[in-house]
């Protein structure tokens, strides 16, 4: 059973940086592709970004491209979100997830198997 804990979140201004971190345990994070999602109040589940197994291949949702970056560190089984010019729309739960495959870079949420808890990025403006 893989577990997966997010942190740094936080709140921040308009046009400012936050990196969040995703530490996996109990499986072998670095077989499979990770991705982040993201739900804000009343709204679906979102894809925002993904990243294979050996880093080869990363896609992000259209409005988070050239302001977000996905990377992975395989040795510390740890996911990261580097998020900059932060916009008050990107103001969401942050989740990250494991993904059933590990070359494929899926968007689709019902191809991940695991989840973190979330953690909260308010953004104002």
């Known amino acids: 059973q893989v577990q997966l804990v997010e942190s740094g979140g936080g709140l921040v201004q308009a046009g400012g940086s936050l990196r969040l971190s995703c530490a996996a345990s109990g499986g072998t994070f670095s077989n499979y592709a990770m991705g982040w999602f993201r739900q804000a109040p009343g709204k679906e589940r979102e894809f925002v970004a993904g990243?294979?197994?050996?880093?080869?291949?990363?896609g992000y949702a259209d409005s988070v491209k050239g302001r977000f970056t996905i990377s992975r560190d395989n040795a510390k089984n740890t996911l990261y979100l580097q998020m900059n010019t932060l916009k008050p729309d990107d103001t969401a739960v942050y989740y990250c997830?494991?993904?059933?495959?590990?070359?494929?870079?899926?968007?689709?949420?019902?191809?991940?198997?695991?989840w973190g808890q979330g953690t909260q990025v308010t953004v104002s403006s």
């Open positions: 997830a494991s993904s059933r495959y590990s070359s494929y870079v899926s968007f689709r949420a019902h191809e991940y198997v695991y």
């Open positions: 990243i294979n197994w050996i880093e080869a291949s990363t």
